[in-house]
């Protein structure tokens, strides 16, 4: 007799689900034949969508504070999930707010880019809330699917089409080699689930764990290290960043990212918290080698979208350095780092996105010259998001390398520290070059004015966030603290 | 009022300052209001500001008066403790009406003077916040507010020295004084520090009462036992002459010229070089404990006096001529103190304030007329054209040269017979040099007079066409400040130097009972007295003979004396023994540091270097991203296989 399982942990994914499917219905029925009214449902849903990813984040937050097991324990619901499922949304909701005046340049405004949009949030929800590696399984493949589409969603577009051929098969590849992983576990272990493979190690009994098991461990971290794209499985990164439509690629690079992430630290910490001298090592070489690769590969780039793809490969570097301290102080270090980077990266985004000439998209990092004179308020930003991710005082990004560092410090990797702190010194290099360009290069060509309205409410929100972060700090560092905790009590 | 007289001049400058920022573009007639309204703020600041300090004088220092006004605590740590606090006594009093009065004619005279500058605020503004670095300096209460007071003139003086900026020379000037003033500057504050050490105070009250315990304590210096006080007062001495140019570092105040000339005659003549001489004064119950230090200060000051002196006689520009003899002057000053006649030091100050500051800027009045020519070879016979310039250069002259009855001539001779009263080595060696001096003060002085004003114009004629008397807002001046040359003398003799004094100065002033030299210097003999007075007709007398009846013979004895008159005119070859020294030397060390250590090294490996791979590696790895998905795989797969090995060879 099986009992029917808790549904209160899962009411912000039924939701989304059922949404999603809601909207996909809504522009089915609506569609007509001429562009006019098929560029109003698009714009009808992408409300929507906004509208319900935020009531999400407050169903999401009644279930805040305490953990729940349900579904036999595919699913876990406790702080640490919570505080991803909160940035998750954010960056869903911000990306479908960036996107609509895109779509509706290029020609491509589709109700599905919103469902899409969900369903890959679903998708993420659920990986962040997966407790077992079939449940791991189902929220990455349920994302990846959902973000494969949306990478050729400009489908008369060669680049894009190609941007999500080449994720499709290499994701394919990644997802082979996480399932292959999790088959040599549960071989080796006879188990998936996330509660019993972490008392099968604990303690005394960590030094049993066996060579397959190992190789197991390795191979599943070679999948998620696909997702955050880190070296060396970073190579599709830069190609599908610069082929995707700008506001997925600005999608891309918040939103599985933070995603995969949140996995990433869910199964290292979690099930395999005790074999931490087992994979240390390979997340100390994966970490510096994107830290290396991200400050020295995004130097010689004139895209700068593939300049963003190299430095979102930098970034997860520092964050990684969170994960090898694998301690309370690590995990918060991580989380502020990618609340941070969330919306210093949107914001970013959102100034690419303003780039225009004559109704056309330019993306060449040199067509930004002369935008202190166009747009002053956009420059301004723009500044202050290649400050902040150059990591300097007092902008957000700043505080959250010092909190990653601070605690490689405190746990004695002090290599890993430095070679942090040398290679954004290197990666300072092209933050700071854009602001030349921005600020100092003559123009050759203005860009359109004026700039879209809801681009324009981004940009000024992030900007906000990313300068007065050093005077509120508590919403993000209390949250990011109590998910932490919530990680290591068991 | 005290506290509204010192900071007047500030908030004059501050506002004239203001101004100095507003850009009027082209508007001629906007500039030229903001420029009368700097003018206006910064005179009638400091008009009032001396109105203020002639009251002050009659409060404290007649009606004997002194006090101390607290304002705030400044700095308050561990035992440290300092405030600012204006204290105002008979010797600050003094000092406050040289500086305000001179101040406030010298900037109605820069009205008439700066009238072409397209810099007027500034100027002012300058000018002014000079004139409150230099009052916080006098009332000081303690030793680091005064050596505030002493850094914030030494700026004033090289933002002044250096106002013309477009100047190289002017420039070039100021860095001079700036650093020379660097190595005064050090040993002041090492003798701020000994003084700290000793008494654990830098507040002059505590340490004048302190002083009597600590006579003989010793400290250790380099590992040997030294004489406390002789440390302490050598250090500051060293302050002293930096600032008020005395032999070794004089070097810089020829050069200062190079400012405008309403700043020569304040900061350079009449207030800021004379800070040492008040600072001696000031911490006279430190100097009275130690025999050495006075000593030295005897010494150097007759040396300056003399050596300063002989320069003058050969130099040819007006106003460097002047320049070294405020030089000779201080040395006066410097030795009346040494020998401590510190009143006689102080009333020469006051007076020597008046007269030189007189000079200058009767010489400004000529520069002005000559369409600013500073070469006394190209001037001469301009007497009938600037007949109020020539006849109060006279009585500037006269006073310097120390004729009766010009103020001059009181306080020299004082100081004169003080020299002699001392009865010591020093004393004897100062009084003759001082005598000697006093010749060739009146002889150089008279060279000026004649060379500039009689005989047959040098000049061309161009020149000669503009020659104009000034505008009365520079005669004025210049007036007021004659009568001070006139009468400063015989009004302040009895109070400053006189039976009065002691009742005058207060505890201002400390002089040990062992040290009698003022009280001698009354019962001088007949010939000490006169001769002061007999060396100076003489000087005259000889300056007529050779420049004016005989101008033939001066190139005669210049022949007959060739290597000496050389040695004299190229300024004892200071400044090239100290290029040779210190300025070569050191560019070399700074070249060699930066060019190999810096650029070659550093910056080779450094920056330069690193930005070098840098790049390259950048190219490299992005040679990495071929496009084919096949290459991308294949990374992947490999990088798998690195994993994996890696944590069999090192996890496992």
């Known amino acids: 007799m099986t009992e029917i399982p808790n549904m209160v942990p899962v009411i912000p994914e039924i939701f989304v689900a059922v949404i999603g499917m809601a909207l996909l219905m809504l522009g089915v029925f609506q569609k007509a034949a001429d562009d006019a009214t098929e560029v109003k449902t698009a714009h009808l849903v992408s409300r929507l969508g906004m509208i319900s990813l935020v009531l999400t984040m407050m169903l999401v937050a009644t279930v805040a504070g305490s953990t729940f097991n349900t579904f036999s324990g595919m699913f876990v619901s406790d702080p640490f999930a919570v505080y991803f499922k909160i940035l998750i949304l954010f960056a869903s909701a911000l990306t479908l707010a960036i996107s609509h005046n895109y779509m509706e340049n290029q020609g491509i405004a589709r109700f599905e880019y919103t469902v899409l949009v969900i369903f890959a949030t679903l998708g993420m929800m659920i990986m962040i809330s997966a407790s077992n590696l079939m449940s791991l399984y189902l929220g990455l493949e349920m994302q990846s699917l959902s973000l494969y589409v949306i990478a050729t969603f400009n489908r008369d577009d060669e680049r894009s089409t190609e941007a999500g051929l080449k994720y499709f098969v290499l994701g394919a590849v990644a997802s082979g080699m996480l399932l292959y992983g999790s088959s040599l576990v549960y071989g080796f272990s006879g188990t998936t689930d996330f509660q019993m493979l972490g008392n099968m190690f604990d303690g005394d009994h960590a030094p049993d764990a066996s060579l397959g098991l190992i190789v197991g461990i390795v191979f599943i971290l070679a999948g998620l290290s696909f997702k955050v794209s880190a070296v060396p499985f970073h190579m599709w990164t830069p190609d599908v960043y610069e082929g995707a439509p700008t506001p997925v690629t600005a999608f891309f690079s918040v939103g599985p990212k933070i995603a995969a992430i949140a996995l990433f630290i869910r199964v290292m910490v979690g099930p395999f918290g005790d074999l931490v001298q087992h994979w240390q090592q390979i997340i100390v070489l994966i970490s510096v080698a994107s830290m290396l690769l991200g400050a020295f590969a995004a130097i010689n780039q004139t895209n700068i979208k593939r300049m963003m793809a190299y430095s979102s490969i930098g970034h997860v570097g520092y964050a990684l350095i969170g994960l090898v301290v694998a301690n309370e102080a690590g995990v918060r270090g991580i989380m502020i780092y990618m609340a941070v980077y969330l919306f210093m990266n949107i914001g970013a985004f959102a100034c690419i996105l303003t780039m225009r000439r004559a109704g056309r998209m330019v993306e060449k990092i040199s067509d930004l010259s002369g935008l202190s004179k166009t747009h002053p308020m956009v420059a301004a930003a723009l500044a202050i998001f290649m400050f902040s991710m150059a990591g300097i005082p007092p902008l957000a990004g700043f505080f959250s390398k010092l909190y990653i560092f601070f605690a490689a410090v405190e746990s004695g990797f002090f290599a890993l520290a430095i070679i942090g702190v040398l290679s954004s010194v290197v990666g300072a290099f092209y933050y700071l070059r854009i602001i030349k360009v921005v600020y100092f290069d003559p123009p050759d060509e203005t860009l359109d004015t004026p700039i879209d309205r809801n681009l324009g409410y981004v940009i000024f929100g992030t900007a906000l966030i990313v300068v007065l972060f050093f005077a509120f700090p508590g919403i993000i560092i209390d949250g990011a603290s109590a998910a932490a905790a919530a990680m290591f009590t068991k | ?652």
């Open chain 2, 1 to 652: 009022m005290i506290t509204t007289a010192v900071f007047l001049p500030l908030i004059a400058a501050i506002i004239a300052g203001a101004m100095a920022f507003t850009n009027t573009g082209d508007d001629k007639a906007k500039k030229a209001r903001l420029d009368m309204m700097a003018q206006y703020v910064t005179c009638g600041g400091l008009l009032l500001s001396a109105i203020f300090a002639i009251v002050i004088f009659k409060d404290v220092a007649l009606g004997g008066n002194a006090q101390t006004v607290q304002l705030f605590s400044w700095i308050e740590s561990g035992s440290l403790n300092i405030s600012w606090a204006l204290r105002v006594d008979s010797l600050t009093a003094v000092m406050m009406i040289v500086v305000t009065v001179v101040s406030a004619m010298v900037h109605v005279y820069s009205i008439g003077y700066m009238s072409h500058d397209p810099d007027v605020p500034r100027f002012m503004a300058y000018l002014s916040l000079f004139t409150f670095f230099m009052l916080m300096l006098v009332t000081a209460d303690n030793l680091v507010q005064m050596f505030f007071g002493w850094e914030g003139v030494g700026l004033s003086s090289y933002l002044l020295i250096g106002f013309w900026y477009n100047k190289p020379s002017a420039n070039a000037a100021a860095i001079k004084a700036f650093v020379v003033n660097r190595v005064g500057d050090f040993g002041f504050a090492l003798g701020i520090f000994t003084v700290f050490m000793m008494f654990d105070s830098v507040n002059l009250d505590e340490i004048f009462t302190a002083v009597p315990m600590k006579a003989n304590d010793t400290i250790s210096v380099f590992g040997g036992q030294f004489h406390g006080l002789t440390v302490a007062c050598l250090l500051l001495f060293v302050g002293a002459m930096g600032k008020s140019a005395q032999l070794g570092l004089h070097t810089w105040l020829p050069d200062a010229m190079e400012g405008p000339t309403p700043v020569s005659a304040l900061i350079h003549a009449a207030t800021m070089v004379t800070a040492g001489v008040f600072m001696v004064a000031r911490l006279s119950p430190l100097f009275e404990y130690s025999e050495v230090a006075l000593s030295v200060v005897t010494i150097v000051g007759g040396s300056t006096a003399i050596f300063a002196a002989t320069i003058a006689c050969t130099q040819t520009d007006i106003k460097r001529v002047i320049a070294y003899s405020t030089c000779s002057q201080l040395g006066y000053m410097f030795f009346a103190c040494g020998v401590s006649a510190y009143s006689a030091g102080i009333f020469h100050l006051m007076t020597h304030g008046f007269f030189k500051a007189l000079l200058f800027l009767g010489a400004g009045s000529v520069i002005h007329a000559m369409s600013d020519e500073q070469d006394m070879r190209k001037m001469g016979g301009i007497r009938k054209m600037i007949p109020v310039t020539y006849a109060l250069m006279w009585v500037g002259s006269l006073a310097l040269a120390g004729i009766w009855p010009f103020a001059g001539f009181y306080s020299k001779d004082i100081i004169l017979e003080a020299a002699w009263g001392a009865h010591t080595l020093t004393g004897g060696y100062a009084f003759w040099m001082g005598i000697l001096a006093a010749f060739l003060t009146a002889f150089y002085s008279w060279r000026v007079i004649l060379m500039t004003f009689h005989g047959e114009s040098r000049a061309d004629e161009r020149v000669l066409a503009h020659v104009h008397e000034s505008p009365k807002v520079m005669l004025v001046p210049l007036i007021v400040l004659a009568a001070g040359a006139l009468f400063a003398g015989y009004i302040g003799y009895e109070s400053f130097v006189g039976q009065k004094g002691v009742e005058f100065w207060g505890s201002a002033i400390l002089v040990l009972d062992s040290h009698q030299a003022l009280e001698a210097a009354h019962h001088a003999p007949f010939w000490v007295k006169y001769l002061p007075l007999g060396v100076g007709v003489a000087g005259i007398g000889l300056a007529y003979v050779l420049y004016m009846w005989k101008p033939a013979i001066p190139a005669l004895i210049v022949d007959q004396i060739r290597p000496l008159y050389t040695f004299v005119h190229n300024k004892w070859y200071f400044d090239e023994a100290y290029d040779f020294l210190f300025v070569k030397p050191a560019f070399y060390i700074g070249r060699n540091l930066w060019k190999t250590g810096d650029g070659a090294l550093i910056d080779g490996l450094g920056p330069d270097g690193l930005s070098a791979v840098t790049l390259n590696l950048a190219k490299r790895v992005a040679r990495l991203q071929s496009g084919y998905l096949y290459h991308y795989v294949f990374a992947m797969l490999g990088g798998i296989i690195v994993l994996i090995t890696m944590y069999m060879l090192l996890g496992g």
